[in-house]
């Protein structure tokens, strides 16, 4: 295993320590694993709190801050945090308008965040959940019940953390959330596995010219395996799976993520594919993100996410955010 | 070789497309691979242009914009642009206050500037150049004569451009970037190789264990191989060549950039270390960047890269940026 790390012991709290220190804006709990916004709880303000496994980096930690997420709880790689994490992070942004759960569908996540949820609400804390499955290649998965949750979950962050931010209630905030869950779809492809460093060997074995259709970000299989193919034709293969499930029509937003291992002129290569088949289906790409946004350790590969968008998720994206990941506007 | 690619051929003006598709902010002439600001030339201002062979990115096409680049030139894969090409990136941002080159110091790529200054200079156009050779790693190299140019040129690009954006004369601009990188070292570490695509194969071999230290940007040799080590020490051996170069003393501007491959989580976990080690040697980190700045395809590796700050550096550090890979404070 070649990996850049002291230990597979501490190389989140050791990333978390790298994260605080080139990031003041950000106030990190190491020892609990907590990353908040500098100068929480807001009063007033509706707090955004998500969270998952770590290895997924940017998603959640670089995405705190100003415009987007109050906290975020960080577990071990590919491991869900703990409910006292989510507490603890539940506690430091409440600003007495209660918090948001951003949740990826994954078992031991939801459980999790149920139970966080369970715990503050013994508080006093208001808390809603919105939890994200956008992914269209597998219905169930060897770490979920039903759909995945993927890309969409930069999407959901960025909007409700901009609706948030102008002061909107819970009610409203949970709402929105889910409207941009139920707008977006997603599709993966790895062209190499991961290895969890406390694992030691790659999650999976692929061949020479063999690639993963339909991979989810802990390198769960997909739908299946088939030789490497021109990016053209990888693209359409996840579009298509996208388009089968709901139109590409109309006015979109795309994110084309590197995996992790991907170079940005793949992914530049790949978003120009990605454009061509949208154009052809009816889609026109309002917006669209290019870049490593979430991914999965150091697998190479891609995840594309589209989601349908209208006047005010514009509005809300095009929102000043000022985050680690995600910076623009102020 | 795996790659999410149409043709070996068509890699660097497919990925053209799409960068332009992307960034309406970004002029493309694919054709001739030139990538300006829209709106360019803009009168009265010095322009700032640079290139040299794709597979950096996001240098230096992604550093194209308000206060930074005017106009990049990207050759083909670790191929540097022809001086057709920078005389036509020269034409499109001349705004009557003469043109800085910023050449990174690699034969093909000064050659061919200090053609194109030649033949922008027959045209009436005022030239200055900067060549950035910042890696203390080699003293020569397959591609190089004297010091390799690697990190510096990302805080040379954003600095002048922001010289630039206030209005200052060619001299004043072209000053300051061979201030900055007089001021900076850097040095790179690789745990894998990467293959260009019209090669086909690896551009080196490297053992299970094995490491290179002190790799160029185009994977050519670096100082020598050894193996796998944690983090820190591999942080210490990059200092430790920097800081025989130069005291790391004082108040500094630090970039830990992932070569390609790294994922983001290895980045904040070897920045950690390297704010570790810099603080131990009178180091002060004022300023720093920590992600996929200059990079070499799928490789997986980092480059450590040190500027020594003034308070006026600093002043043109934090200066509004708008481009594709770095953006504030507008």
Chains 1, 2 share one sequence.
Not at 126 to 139: F, G, K, P, R
Not at 188 to 207: D, H, M, N, Q, R
Not at 247 to 261: E, F, I, K, N, R
Request: proline letters at 5%; a negative charge.
């Amino acid at each position: 295993m070649k990996k850049l790390i002291n230990s597979p012991e501490t190389v989140v709290t050791d990333a978390l320590e790298g994260l605080a220190a080139a990031h003041p804006s950000l106030s990190v709990d190491v020892a609990n694993k907590v990353i908040t916004r500098a100068g929480a709880p807001r009063p007033g303000k509706v707090g955004l709190v998500s969270g998952g496994g770590s290895g997924h980096e940017p998603l959640h930690g670089g995405f705190v801050g100003y415009g987007m997420l109050d906290a975020a709880c960080p577990g071990e790689v590919f491991t869900s945090p703990v409910p006292d994490q989510m507490l603890a992070a539940t506690r430091a942004v409440n600003g007495g308008a209660g918090v948001l759960y951003v949740v990826k569908n994954y078992t031991g996540d939801v459980l999790n965040f149920q139970m966080a949820a369970e715990l503050a609400g013994d508080e006093g804390i208001e808390i809603a959940q919105v939890v994200v499955n956008d992914d269209v290649a597998v219905q169930d998965s060897l770490y979920t019940a039903g759909r995945r949750g993927t890309g969409a979950t930069v999407f959901v962050e960025k909007i409700a953390g901009a609706l948030a931010e102008e002061g909107a209630d819970l009610a409203t905030v949970a709402a929105v959330a889910r409207l941009v869950n139920e707008r977006s779809r997603s599709f993966g492809v790895a062209l190499s596995p991961c290895t969890i460093p406390a694992a030691g060997k790659p999650t999976f074995e692929l061949g020479e010219g063999e690639i993963e259709l339909g991979i989810g970000i802990h390198g769960e299989p997909g739908r299946t395996r088939g030789p490497l193919a021109p990016a053209a034709e990888l693209t359409a293969v996840a579009l298509d799976a996208i388009q089968g499930d709901l139109s590409v029509a109309g006015d979109l937003m795309v994110m084309v993520s590197g995996m992790g291992g991907t170079p940005l002129i793949e992914l530049y290569l790949l978003y120009n594919e990605v454009r061509a088949y949208l154009n052809a289906h009816g889609g026109r790409i309002a917006r669209n993100l290019v870049g490593n946004y979430i991914t999965s350790l150091e697998m190479r590969g891609f995840l594309i996410t589209v989601c349908h968008l209208t006047d005010d998720l514009i509005r809300l994206w095009d929102a000043p955010v000022e985050t680690p990941a995600l910076r623009w506007g102020r």
